[in-house]
């Protein structure tokens, strides 16, 4: 079965340039094909990233990941899901929504760590973040993220990769994220629906990303997908080229306004080098290392 991440191809309508139609990318392509060298290199960040995970003592992390450059919509980060040390799966794999090509469906899937970094288009660099919350909240998070039923109750039968954050019609990755975080924290039982968890999120403020893409025939390119739909949003975002979705930026901001005590670390790793950076200010652009930031060696 091919299967597709579901969070960073909001990309799409930003980043094809006018008259490449017949280059548009497609949801359903495999990943990149890594070679051995890539594989191996993947694997020693994924190790790198358990050993920072097991040293945190925690049991359950929000994780995000880069996939697609987003740089130009000013995103570092396209997918997220949780990774939990106690996952039936195997230590630290990451739960999440996938959208199943082949079957034309949203998945509730889980995936070994290595796995979820082999969904990054550039092996030779990205990064990944984890948010941590502290012991009350970080049970309650555990106990919906390890519960299937619970996970499952929240995902929506449609996917889409722009999807609205306030409409239940689509659902894309990280507002399964959101939405399985609002059930968690807003102790809204196991038999929470996506109406409960967005109105509970309504009522706490959260504000999803904002995407301005600046010029209207990108909406038209969007629309030559599958996987993008207009139909969810309000026509005043559309007539001013605009979507509001649940991003890991807007996802991990409410996380740090709602949770107080939450914690972060940002890990990037580019050439044989990992950064590992402690806090909520961003790591430096082009993996550079802080003066507080450990440095692992990819030998």
Known sequence: MRRAAAGGWIALAAAVPLGAQAGLPRLCDQPTTLTAAQQARLLRVSAVVKDVLERTGQRVALVSRSGLDLDRLGLRYSHSGYTARDSANGPWSVRQLYYACDAGQSRLFDQGLSGFL????????????????????????????????QALALLGAT?????????????????????????????????????????????????????????????????????????????????????????????????????????????????????????????????????????????
Do not use: K
């Not at 990205?126 to 106990?143: M, N, T």
């Not at 929470?192 to 967005?198: C, F, I, L, Y």
């Open 118 to 149: 082999f969904g990054t288009n550039d092996p030779e660099r990205g990064a990944l973040s984890l948010v941590f919350l502290p012991p009350d909240a970080a049970e309650r998070l555990e106990r919906a993220v390890l519960d299937t039923r």
């Open 159 to 299: 996917y889409s990769a722009n999807a609205h954050a306030w409409s239940q019609r689509y659902q894309n990755c990280n507002q399964w994220t959101v939405e399985l975080f609002a059930a968690a924290q807003g102790d809204l039982g196991p038999n929470a629906d996506r109406a409960a968890a967005q109105q509970w999120l309504q009522a706490q403020g959260y504000a999803p990303s904002v995407i301005d893409l600046g010029f209207h025939p990108l909406l038209w390119l969007a629309a030559l997908s599958p996987w993008l739909h207009h139909d969810d949003h309000p026509p005043e975002d559309l007539n001013a080229a605009r979507y509001r979705v649940s991003m890991p930026a807007s996802v991990e901001a409410f996380v740090r306004a709602t949770v107080p005590g939450a914690t972060r670390i940002e890990i990037c790793h580019a050439d044989q080098r990992v950064v590992v950076h402690h806090g909520w200010t961003p790591i430096a652009e082009g993996c550079h290392a802080g003066d507080m930031d450990t440095v692992v060696a990819l030998d």
